[in-house]
Every structure is written in structure tokens, then in C-alpha cells.
């Protein structure tokens, strides 16, 4: 996988927050997203994994900020001053997102990055970001997602200088733009759990609000029967919706329909610092399609073609002798090395095969280079005595 060194700039200029804002009501959480509800007649079917679950959108439910006469409120005529510390908390939370696609999956993740671990498993170099005043209430958004942003892996504003998520998604919910601070949520907890939704910045900033929510329930004890329901709180809750008659293939076609308003965001790709190794170790059976040098260090028979690539360039590329010095109590292994062979640049137009010969189970080779950000890499190279794989792990 390829990876770029990591640097960030926020844009203060041009970015208002407002002068005041409407405090939270106390109706219910759209929290519940992840799960049909808990108080039904009919039982309650296992809880979806986590990787299964719609994500729930955050903050409290609103019908939306109006005054009493139903107008919405003036814009303020006043300017007020571009909040410093929310772009500050902002770049905390790139550089933290840049810490999980980093990471290569092996973290332990929070609030809000689900679909970050999905992309560190997946194309970690592939995430953008963008920071944009959605509903021109005068309080930028903090958006992440993938690069090409036809979706959404988190959504954070701010409360004055405190960031607040407002949605996060990731493969099996997920998220899209609508334009005009509206977006359209696709998720499933299961075969017979979907649902889709829209919902809408509220005016205020600090939440979302549902539009419409529409979601699959049994509508018997037997979990034969599913039927298709209706609410605008966001709720997976039948006592607060109405069932309609609709069917999967219904639900399918307005779930297509909504989806075709996706807009895609603007996202600036967001670099990610090298983490190794940038090379790979295969058997090399068969005829190797690429280009390729080829050297021979074996010391006898039996000898093993090993095959070489490199993600990305990396230089000083050197195949190592190893000499076990020392070895502690939980299995770690000191080495000194010495050097067979030695390459100017490993590329990933030319590869390199070695013929070499392997000893008992204990490394007897390994590989060093330096990668594009001048960080000096060794690895010993292993064989597993479970299926015979080849593969590198770091001393």
C-alpha cells in the first residue's frame, strides 16, 4: 500500500460561527438507529455486530427551530468572530483519523471511526476531508470520508468551540450528501432489518433531524412476516410508526431513488504518514509476468526462488545474512546481520528474485532499505511451520 507523509493546514479565514443557539430539546435520541427497539410484542431478534449495524445518527431529535409564528428567526446582522478553537479540535481529529488509517487496522477505535478502521484495512490512502459551512448557519462542518466523497464516514460541527458528531457511517451504513446540509442514510442489522432515511441539519447546527425514516420489522412471533414502517422521528421503533403497504421491492426502489441525489463533496485527500513494510516477500513459483532481477545466494540444495516487490520505491534495499545472538524468555530474537546482496532501488517496476536456501526453523535472512521518508527498515524473513507462507516480521 502506498503512503504519503502526513501534513495538515486548516483555513481559518472565511469561517463564522454564530452568535448564539438554540439549546437541545429533550425528545428522543435518534441514538437507537443501530437496533430494532427494545419495547415490541413480538421477541426481540439478536443483536446485529457492530460491522452489521446502521450507524446511528448523534445528537437529540428536533421537529426544527422555528419561532412561534413558524417563521425561522433572521440572520443575525452582526459578524461574529471565527472561532479559533474549533479549528483547532478540528485538526485534533485529522490527526487522530490519520493515526487510525495508519495503524493499519490494529487499533483500538472510538466514536466516529468506523469507517476510518474500514478504510486502514482497505485503501487508507484513498480518505479526504473538508471543512464547509453545510447550512450556512455560520459554523463550519468537519466532514471525512472517502476521497472521491460519494460518502460519508463522520460528520462532526461544533457546539462554540467544542466539536460534535453528528453522524458517522461505514460500509453497511451508509451515508450520503443531498445538498443543502440534507442527507440520505442506507444501512441494514441484518437480512431482514434495512432501512433508509433522510434527515436535515437542524437550524441550530447542532443536530440532525429526520425527514423520513423508513424501516423493515416482523409482524409476527414467528419472525415470518416482515412488513415495511414509517415514522419522521428517526426512531426504530413500531409504537411510533405506521406500517405501510409496501413492499421489499418498494423500499428497494425508493432506497435507488434517493440515492441517485447523492451529491458528491468536494474532499481534500488527507495524507498519511509511511508505516512499513513497503515491501512484500512471495514464493516465487512459476514465471513472475513482471519485470525482474534475479540473483542466485544459495548455499546448496534444496534452494527457494523468492520473489521481492516493492509498493512504492524504497532504496538501499539489501538481502541480509541473520545470526541469532540472543533469545529472551517470551521469544524474542536478537540478530546480527551482514549483507549478500545489495540493490540501489526496489521499485514497483522491477522486482527482484533470490534463490536461497533456508535452515531449520530459526530466520536466516532478512531484508533492510530506507523508504521515501529516509526511515531505515529491517525485517527477518519467516516461514510458518502451519502452512508454509512466507512472510516478514520486524527486528
Known amino acids: 500500500m502506498k503512503w504519503k507523509k502526513f501534513t495538515l493546514g486548516l483555513l481559518a479565514a472565511a469561517l463564522l460561527l454564530l452568535c448564539a443557539c438554540a439549546g437541545k430539546t429533550d425528545e428522543p435520541s435518534i441514538s437507537d438507529l443501530t437496533r430494532p427497539p427494545v419495547e415490541q410484542t413480538t421477541p426481540e431478534p439478536a443483536e446485529p455486530k457492530p460491522e452489521q449495524e446502521p450507524a446511528a445518527t448523534k445528537g437529540t431529535q428536533s ?75 455560520g459554523v463550519p462542518e468537519l466532514i471525512l470520508g472517502p476521497a472521491d466523497g460519494n ?40 437480512v431482514a432489518y434495512n432501512m433508509v432515511g433522510i434527515f436535515a441539519l437542524s437550524r441550530d447546527g447542532w443536530e440532525l433531524v429526520c425527514e423520513d425514516f423508513y424501516f423493515t420489522y416482523e409482524l409476527d412471533e414467528n419472525f415470518e412476516e416482515f412488513g415495511v414502517f414509517h415514522n419522521t422521528e428517526g426512531l426504530w421503533d413500531t409504537s411510533v410508526s405506521e406500517l405501510l403497504d409496501m413492499t421489499y ?14 451529491q458528491p463533496l468536494k474532499l481534500t485527500h488527507l495524507d498519511v504518514p509511511i508505516s512499513g513494510p ?8 512459476g514465471e513472475w509476468n513482471g519485470d525482474y532481477e534475479r540473483v542466485d545466494l544459495s548455499s546448496g540444495d534444496p534452494s527457494s526462488a523468492v520473489l521481492f516487490l516493492a509498493d512504492s520505491p524504497v532504496t ?55 523508504d521515501a521518508n529516509g526511515a531505515f527498515w529491517r525485517f527477518a524473513i519467516e516461514i510458518s511451520g502451519y502452512d508454509g507462507s512466507i512472510s516478514l516480521s520486524e527486528f
Open 63 to 137: 421537529k426544527g427551530d422555528k419561532t412561534a409564528s413558524g417563521k425561522v428567526e433572521a440572520e443575525k446582522s452582526k459578524t461574529p468572530e471565527p472561532d479559533r478553537a474549533l479549528l483547532a479540535a478540528y485538526e485534533a481529529i485529522l490527526e487522530r483519523s490519520v493515526e487510525v488509517l495508519a495503524s493499519g487496522g490494529d487499533i483500538e477505535i472510538g466514536d466516529g471511526e468506523m469507517g476510518l478502521l474500514e478504510a486502514a484495512y482497505q485503501d487508507a490512502d484513498g480518505v479526504g476531508y473538508a471543512i464547509e459551512d453545510l447550512n450556512a448557519d
Open 249 to 262: 421491492d418498494d423500499l428497494w426502489a425508493l432506497d435507488a431513488q434517493w440515492s441517485a441525489q447523492a
Open 316 to 370: 538501499d534495499f539489501r538481502i541480509l545474512s541473520l545470526f541469532v545472538e540472543d533469545m529472551t524468555e517470551d521469544g524474542t530474537i536478537t540478530f546480527s546481520s551482514g549483507t549478500l546482496c545489495r540493490l540501489d532501488v526496489l521499485s514497483a517496476d522491477c522486482a527482484l528474485v533470490a534463490d536461497l536456501t533456508f535452515h531449520g526453523d530459526l530466520p536466516c535472512y532478512g531484508i533492510s532499505y530506507i
Open 151 to 190: 460518502s460519508i464516514y463522520a460528520l462532526y460541527t461544533g457546539n462554540g468551540s467544542e466539536p460534535v458528531l453528528l453522524l458517522e457511517g461505514w460500509a453497511r451504513n451508509y451515508w450520503q450528501y443531498l445538498g443543502g446540509g440534507r442527507f440520505y442514510v442506507s444501512g441494514s442489522g441484518g
Open 278 to 285: 513497503q515491501v512484500q516477500v512471495l514464493w516465487a513459483d
